[in-house]
């Protein structure tokens, strides 16, 4: 079982940036996948991107690419999202979520989640 917590979630104004992060609770395989998913009201919820634990790739959601930017500290077994030029339609709550190295855009894909953190982006 890994438990992952979200936090730094918070409200900016549209072309500001925000940092959200991602804990897991305990050490896991050394090949795994993490990614970032977003949902707002009354939407589903979508892919933004993910990372690669090992080698530490990434892959991002054509609406974000560009703008936001995920990384990892293994230390701290720690994913970041780093946002950058936020627009309105970025708002949502924020999830993270862990999954076998295959992992790729699909919910599905992946065993645990966080419990998500908002962010509210203002015009």
């Known amino acids: 079982q890994v438990e992952l917590v979200e936090s730094g979630g918070g409200s900016v104004q549209a072309g500001g940036s925000l940092r959200v992060s991602c804990e897991a609770s305990?050490?896991?395989?050394?090949?795994?996948?993490m990614a970032w998913f977003r949902q707002a009201p009354r939407k589903e919820r979508e892919f933004v991107g993910l990372?690669?634990?090992?080698?530490?790739?990434?892959v991002y959601s054509d609406s974000v690419k560009g703008r936001f930017t995920i990384s990892r500290d293994k230390d701290k077994r720690t994913m970041y999202l780093q946002m950058n030029s936020l627009k309105p339609e970025d708002t949502a709550v924020y999830y993270c979520?862990?999954?076998?190295?295959?992992?790729?855009?699909?919910?599905?894909?992946?065993?645990?989640w966080g419990q998500g953190t908002q962010v509210t982006v203002s015009s």
């Open positions: 305990r050490r896991t395989f050394f090949l795994f996948t």
């Open positions: 979520a862990h999954g076998p190295p295959a992992s790729g855009t699909n919910r599905d894909d992946y065993n645990y």
């Open positions: 990372i690669n634990w090992n080698p530490g790739s990434s």
